[in-house]
């Protein structure tokens, strides 16, 4: 059945976690305007697999991120995660989907700058919640001090450097332990040094907890480094 989304093959049996059949997504649909973008994507991505996707700009990556973190609707095309299609769910219950199953990196932090950054780690799980209590903010201790910032945790986003927010930010990615971790360019903004340190540190979380990652990235050096790359070429997965 499709809600137990279980495979064989390349995947060694794991479940999958993400499944798209078809997926179209136009823009100014019923205009004279209308553009496609995406021209029915097919992928799927197993559980505790790290993916790269690639290609060029305006080959629809922004797009496809953005459907699959929940933040738009496909035109057209199934989209599952974690056994739910979402176009069975109300608003309600794609804000729940995204809270319990998704964790997202971006290249630009957006860490919350009045807030030190054990604060910020708390806050999908206070959101998720609504409530605040000590598991949140033992769960948040525990992870920065994973991410090497165990004694930074009182420190605002403007004390810490790059790499440094980018390591709070995936300990906030991780706050409510999704199954799948969306990350958006995650290097894009790093020197190099820094770029390997948080691509390692996703890798080892990736191995350790089995955490499945779906990485955007224009770097074919880390892209090489993944379990796969899915490449984009004018809204169309290149085979």
């Known amino acids: 059945m499709a809600e137990q989304l279980l495979e064989t093959g390349s995947a060694a049996g794991r479940g999958q976690i993400l499944r798209l059949e078809g997926v179209r997504k136009s823009y100014n649909v019923g205009t004279p305007i ?52 979402i176009a069975r769910l109300d608003e309600a219950g794609m804000t729940e989907l995204r809270g319990r199953t998704l964790g997202f990196v971006f290249q630009f932090h957006h860490l919350l700058p009045e807030f030190t950054a054990l604060e910020n780690v708390m806050m999908p799980t206070l959101i998720e919640r609504g409530r605040y209590d000590q598991a949140m903010r033992d769960r948040a201790k525990w992870l920065l001090g994973r991410v090497g910032l165990g004694d930074a945790m009182a420190k605002k986003p403007s004390a810490l450097s790059g790499g440094m927010q980018q390591r709070v930010a ?38 350790d907890d089995g955490t499945a990652f779906l990485v955007v990235t224009h770097d074919a050096r880390l892209a090489g480094r993944c379990d796969r790359r899915v490449e984009l070429m004018d809204g169309s997965v290149r085979t």
Do not use: Q
């Open 170 to 207: 995936i300990a906030r990615a991780l706050a409510v332990n999704p199954p799948m971790v969306l990350a958006d360019e995650p290097t894009g903004n790093l020197d190099s040094h820094s770029a390997d340190e948080i691509f390692a540190l996703m890798r080892e979380i990736n191995r």
């Open 34 to 85: 209308e553009a496609e973008v995406l021209h029915g994507i097919d992928m799927t991505l197993a559980a505790g697999e790290f993916v790269a996707l690639i290609g060029p700009s305006g080959s629809g990556k922004s797009t496809l991120l953005h459907l699959v973190g929940l933040l738009e609707r496909p035109t057209a095309g199934r989209i599952l995660i974690a056994g739910k299609e």
